[in-house]
């Protein structure tokens, strides 16, 4: 082998070493994201939820599938609002003495859970991007809403000034808000914000009139009841 061969051999490898440094860095360095949710009077907004989508591809597809719980306490839903990656599979245990029976229509997920009590059915797997609105066939008044999103940088306003979503690494994000409280075609326009440090904060104000928040009597999958 040539010299000349061999000082590029040694040049790439440099430049190898130079790359893993760099994205070492760049993992060390991953920020802290915050949003704040306002509604037109400056009020932070319960019941949002936040998802930064990455330009760059973000999936780690030999991570193990994540999981989650949507659980059922004093017939409610909880969280009332839930926020996972594409391909978490959720678990819907029933806490209470009384059988709920539980689905959903929605276009991203239609499953039923028939009448049941503790874990009796399997977790459902959420693969199709988009929001699956769930209620119960026994309590008209049980509802809840999972939000399923291509990233795994996301947080949820519920009862908090802002949402944090942590370990984000630098880069340009697309900063999307999805609220129940609006109609579906009435979501917040997204923003867009490049991750250069440690901690970025993006405030985003709602102008329309929102539903109030869900409460033990009203029925917020109809729509058109409001
Ligand atoms: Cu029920």
């Known amino acids: 082998m040539s010299g000349q061969a061999l000082r590029q051999i040694s040049r790439a ?20 994201l915050t949003v ?6 400056g009020t932070p907004v319960s019941d949002a939820v936040i998802y930064a989508v990455p330009s760059h591809n973000a999936r780690n597809d030999t991570a193990t599938p994540p999981t989650a719980v949507m659980d059922q306490r004093e017939k409610a839903f909880v969280p009332h609002l839930l926020v996972v990656e594409t391909g978490t599979a959720v678990e819907f245990p029933n806490h209470d003495t009384v059988g709920h029976h539980v689905y959903s229509f929605s276009d991203a997920k239609s499953f039923e859970l028939p009448l049941y009590s503790g874990r009796a059915h399997a977790p459902i797997v959420f693969d199709t991007p988009g ?37 984000v690494p630098p880069g340009q994000y697309t900063v999307h808000v999805y609220t ?12 867009s914000i490049v991750i ?31």
């Open 131 to 167: 929001v699956v609105d769930i209620g119960c066939n026994i309590h008209d008044h049980m509802e809840a809403h999972i939000v399923i999103v291509d990233t795994p940088y996301f947080g949820v306003m519920s009862g908090s000034d802002t949402a944090a979503i942590v370990d």
């Open 180 to 191: 129940p409280r609006l109609p579906p075609r009435s979501q917040p326009a997204p923003h």
């Open 196 to 226: 250069t440090n440690s901690a970025a904060h993006i405030d985003i104000s709602i102008e329309q009139r929102l539903r109030p928040p869900h409460g033990r009597t009203n029925r917020s999958l109809e729509w058109s009841a409001y």
């Open 36 to 41: 704040a949710v306002t509604d037109r009077a």
């Open 13 to 32: 490898a440099a430049a190898g070493w130079l790359g893993v440094l760099i994205c070492a860095a760049a993992t060390a360095n991953a920020a802290t």
